[in-house]
């Protein structure tokens, strides 16, 4: 079959179904897991041509929007929809340079020279018990309507105007996440184990939360999206953060609930965007309802693309795996074109596989490489794979 004999938005159902496509589909800058920070964005557009616009994504991280015309060029099967901040109840900062998002966690904006991050600066329920959970003055109206406002039409536009698959992008669903946000990360990981109740209340009162605000959201744009992405990171470098039986005990049935309730909702497929070395909770994973692995962090510990292809490749699909902590920031070119190579043989066989970046591209990333992945990608991946 020729490439591009398929419109975007049939490549990714094919993908999604566990057939093969024409040729692998390619995610880049969707809802905040693939998207560029703003000095590396300056120098794509640069190296397109282009005025940089930054146009910041509402997300926690310094994450920008990308133009059009580029995601045009390098052949990009996605296109993103994203769920509007938040005006209600937000918590005032008067701190320069800081901010409390929507949870009241407070965030500080961090000078590093050549570019600058954010990083999390207060943990508002570090000392709390369980009756603070009540009195607690900053939990988020669920019900905000500004979320929402013009989804639908967007996602209509989008959906009919366009051929692109459609990626939901609520950007508020992380549930341990969230909780460790909220009261640090040291207390949640030994509360798992040490102060089981008050988690339980925590992580409850975070799902119940997300649960509105996600009905609300696929209220306008479920019938339109081929994909929802969900977050939880639970991995570190070496393996996961705490083991398969606790998350089973602690975590799981409030994934397995949100994830449940997003199925009764849209025939989207769940993405799942948890970083690190994550292998050992998959079959966890996997039985809570997820369909889609990201961002298959190929530079942890256990995360072998060959070996997660052979295990789950019948029942999950994957959505990342081009490294980003060594070879799209110190590779050459052709180092890219390997990688790119690489992945696609272990992860595109009998589809199942859409190629982007580990997570966002940062500062040091050259533009060429990125350029030089997608095209590549774009070369290499058409099926039936000719790859060595």
Known sequence: ??????????????????????????????????????????????????????????????????????????????????????????RPCHEP????????????????????????????????????LERYPWWPDPHDPDRHAGLQLEAERLYHQTDYALVGAPGFNGVWERAWYMCGLV????????????????????????????????????????????SDDLGAQDGPEMSPATYRAMIKPYHRELFDFVKQRTAAKIFFHTCGSVYRLLPDLLDAG???????QVSAKEMDTHRLKAEFGPRL?????????????????????????????????????ILSPVHNVQADVPPENLVAMYHHAREV???PLALP
């Open 317 to 353: 699909s994957f959505m990342g795996a081009i490294d980003t902590q060594h070879v799209l920031p110190f590779g050459t070119v052709e180092d890219v074109k390997h990688e790119v190579e690489r992945r696609i043989a272990d992860l595109g066989p009998g589809g199942g596989y």
């Open 187 to 230: 207390r949640a990981l030994e509360g798992l184990l040490l102060e089981p109740d008050f988690m339980h209340a925590l992580l409850r009162r975070i799902t119940d939360i997300g649960k509105i605000v996600l009905g609300h959201y696929l209220d306008e744009v479920g019938p339109y999206i081929e994909i929802i992405k969900l």
């Open 1 to 90: 079959m020729p490439t591009n004999s398929m419109t975007p938005r049939e490549r990714v159902q094919v993908a999604l179904n566990h057939q093969e496509p024409d040729r692998v589909p390619l995610d880049f800058a969707t809802g905040g897991n693939s998207s560029p920070v703003p000095e590396f964005y300056t120098k794509l557009a640069q190296h397109y041509g282009i005025e940089p616009q930054l146009r910041f994504l509402p997300h926690y991280l310094r994450l920008v929007q990308v133009d059009e015309h580029i995601l045009e060029d390098l052949c990009i099967d996605t296109r993103h929809i994203l769920m509007r901040p938040a005006t209600r109840g937000r």
């Open 290 to 296: 997820i369909d889609i692995l990201n961002p298959v």
């Open 381 to 383: 991946g058409r099926y």
């Open 97 to 132: 340079g800081q901010f409390y998002d929507d949870f009241g966690t407070r965030w500080k904006e961090v000078d590093a020279g050549d570019l600058a991050y954010r990083e999390l600066a207060e943990s508002p329920l570090a000392g709390a018990t369980i009756d603070d």
